[in-house]
């Protein structure tokens, strides 16, 4: 089993940056993949970015290229999303997610997710 605890979600103006980070504990967090993902109002939940077991491989929705940077501190059993240059339609929840078994970028193929942190970005 795996507990997920987002934090760092807030209310920030066109163009600002947040940086989320997501505590996990449970099984060793070292051994499995992270995600973020990300579900605004009457929309299914979407890919934002996944990082593999050791994070040397990271990828990317294409509407955060270039803006939002996913990172892990396996010693502290974290992972981060920062965000920068948030626009108003990257107002949504956001949800870490782990234990990777299909597609990196199918909320599905995750087997355990946090309670959500939400973003809200006004312009």
């Known amino acids: 089993q795996v507990r997920l605890v987002e934090s760092g979600g807030g209310l920030v103006q066109a163009g600002g940056s947040l940086r989320l980070s997501c505590k996990a504990s449970?099984?060793?967090?070292?051994?499995?993949?992270m995600g973020w993902f990300c579900q605004a109002p009457g929309k299914e939940r979407e890919f934002v970015a996944s990082i593999n077991w050791t994070g040397d491989s990271t990828y990317y929705a294409d509407f955060v290229k270039g803006r939002f940077t996913i990172s892990r501190d396996n010693a502290n059993n974290t992972a981060h999303l920062q965000m920068n240059n948030l626009k108003p339609e990257d107002t949504a929840v956001y949800y870490c997610?782990?234990?990777?078994?299909?597609?990196?970028?199918?909320?599905?193929?995750?087997?355990?997710w946090g309670q959500g942190t939400q973003i809200t970005v006004s312009s």
């Open positions: 449970g099984r060793i967090f070292s051994t499995y993949a």
């Open positions: 997610m782990a234990d990777l078994r299909g597609s990196y970028d199918d909320y599905l193929s995750y087997d355990f």
